[in-house]
Nanobody, 125 residues
Framework: QVQLVESGGGLVQAGGSLRLSCAAS????????MAWFRQAPGKEREFVAA????????NYADSVKDRFTISRDNTKNTVILQMNSLKPEDTAVYYC??????????????????WGQGTQVTVSS
């Protein structure tokens, strides 16, 4: 059974930082591309960042580029999203997602087969 479990969300003031983690089980993690998406109330789920199975390539939404960093530790089956310089518009539920590995960092939700339950990130102004 595949499980992706996010942690690290919370309430932070604008300009602050948070570090989200996603722990994977039930898959050969090192064979999977991973990504983070987010969904704000009343909005569609949107791509945030993605990383290939090896960590050799990453991709970011323009809205988070230069503020967020995605990384992975294949020895710990974990993908991390380091979020700096947070803004109120970053407030959303953040989801971890996984798909069979490829050289392409897919940015659309339908490309990902596995999803976590989400973790709330709230940025106050």
């Amino acid at each position: 059974q595949v499980q992706l479990v996010e942690s690290g969300g919370g309430l932070v003031q604008a300009g602050g930082s948070l570090r989200l983690s996603c722990a994977a089980s039930g898959i050969t993690f090192s064979n999977y591309n991973m990504a983070w998406f987010r969904q704000a109330p009343g909005k569609e789920r949107e791509f945030v960042a993605a990383i290939t199975w090896s960590g050799g390539a990453t991709n970011y939404a323009d809205s988070v580029k230069d503020r967020f960093t995605i990384s992975r530790d294949n020895t710990k089956n974990t993908v991390i999203l380091q979020m700096n310089s947070l803004k109120p518009e970053d407030t959303a539920v953040y989801y971890c997602a996984g798909r069979a590995g490829s050289r392409i960092t897919h940015t659309y939700a339908s490309a990902y087969a596995y999803w976590g339950q989400g973790t709330q990130v709230t940025v106050s102004s």
